[in-house]
């Protein structure tokens, strides 16, 4: 089965400043689809971004990119000029590619709350 | 992206009852998920809402727990079953394969659920 595991619970950065939250996954799979969501307090679940394992170029979107390491199983989020909006739970989700209704369920990691100091 | 409508967004009920939730959303999709998020937890999948059958429950979850409906490609409804205190939770449900958007996932405004 695949795991997935977020090690910071929390993290704190400051206003503008750059940070960066770790994810590894555990697979036998050579296709999935590796993502970001985050939940603010509203609890509305926003996907920040997306990662197909089968493109070795980084995803990136506006202040948010990954570094998508496939070998070493790790796919790290770094949030550049942070801002005030950015603090909530992120969560880091695995996704199996293959065809089979159980392999488009995603699988999440417990969290990281992120705290951005003004 | 598909739009979720979940109903109601936040309830209070007596232990030993049981509270239905509605998950409609505004275009066919292919899957639909029920998951649940404990306090402070991350979220767990509680099954998969199969349109036209029997939903398809993960380890832990059983069917006279959490009986799910799916009559539709648009709409299902999650049962939480002779609630205990246990069963205080947010419940969200999610949506993926959409016309537009196969492989993004949508998420419900989730319902928080407390058992007194």
């Known amino acids: 089965a695949q795991t997935v595991t977020q090690s910071q619970p929390e993290m704190s950065v400051q206003e503008a400043e750059t940070v960066t939250l770790s994810c590894t996954y555990d697979t036998s799979e050579s296709d999935y689809y590796l993502f970001w969501y985050k939940q603010p307090p509203s609890r509305q679940m926003i996907l920040v971004i997306r990662q197909e394992a089968y493109k070795q170029q980084n995803a990136t979107e506006n202040r948010f990119s990954v570094n998508f390491q496939k070998a070493a199983k790790s796919f790290s989020l770094k949030i550049s000029d942070s801002q005030l909006g950015d603090a909530a739970m992120y969560f880091c989700a695995y996704r199996g590619l293959n065809s089979g209704g159980s392999n488009y369920k995603l699988t999440f990691g417990k969290g990281t709350l992120l705290t951005v100091n003004p | 992206s598909a739009v979720i409508s979940q109903k109601p967004s936040r309830d209070i009920c007596q232990r030993g009852t049981s509270l239905t939730i509605q998950c409609q959303v505004d275009s066919q999709v292919t899957m639909m998920f029920w998951y649940r998020q404990q306090p402070g937890q991350s979220l767990t999948l509680i099954a998969t809402a199969n349109q036209g059958s029997e939903a398809t429950y993960e380890s832990g979850f059983v069917i006279d727990k959490f009986p799910i409906s799916r009559p539709n490609l648009t709409f299902s409804t999650l049962t939480v079953s002779n609630m205990s205190p246990e069963d205080s939770s947010i419940y969200l449900c999610?949506?993926?394969?959409?016309?537009?958007?196969?492989?993004?996932?949508?998420f419900g405004s989730g319902t928080r659920l407390t058992v007194v």
């Open positions: 999610s949506v993926t394969g959409t016309a537009t958007n196969n492989y993004g996932y949508t």
